[in-house]
């Protein structure tokens, strides 16, 4: 699996979500422990987590999809934007799913990518579907 052979930005993000939820069947607790620190109460710990993902999230974006063909997308589409619609989806839906005790890493992995498929018709050109 090489990131930087896949030039689909929808084929990306699939690897990215299979690499994952491999980390996680293998490492059970880190989940938790991210969303733990991702949602700190504490004031200073909050401010500085809120700072570091911000420039996570400008960061990521350039680093992920250096090479994607962004021509599939339709006309009046932004990219980031796409990329920010499905990384804050995953993001509500894991916090959710631990939030409620219901953490099925196979069922999540799959609605994800069912809801992306949903988003790529409805963003990529007619003929890249």
């Known amino acids: 699996m090489n990131f930087k052979e896949e030039h689909d930005f929808f084929k990306l ?7 994952k939820s491999a980390l996680m069947k293998d490492n059970p607790y880190i ?21 570091r993902n911000k420039t996570f999230l400008e960061e990521m974006f350039p680093r992920w999809f250096p090479e994607v063909d962004f021509s599939k997308f339709k006309e009046n589409v932004d990219p980031q934007d796409v990329f920010m619609l499905l990384y804050y989806l995953g993001d509500g839906y894991l916090r959710e799913a631990v939030g409620r005790n219901d953490f099925e ?7 994800y990518e069912r809801w992306m498929d949903w988003i790529k018709g409805s963003v990529y050109r007619k003929e890249y579907l």
């Open 31 to 51: 989940h938790g422990f991210l969303l733990k620190a991702r949602y700190e109460e504490n004031e200073a710990v909050k401010q500085e987590l809120s700072e």
């Open 105 to 111: 890493l196979d069922r999540i992995c799959e609605d």
């Open 13 to 19: 993000f699939e690897l990215s979500i299979r690499v």
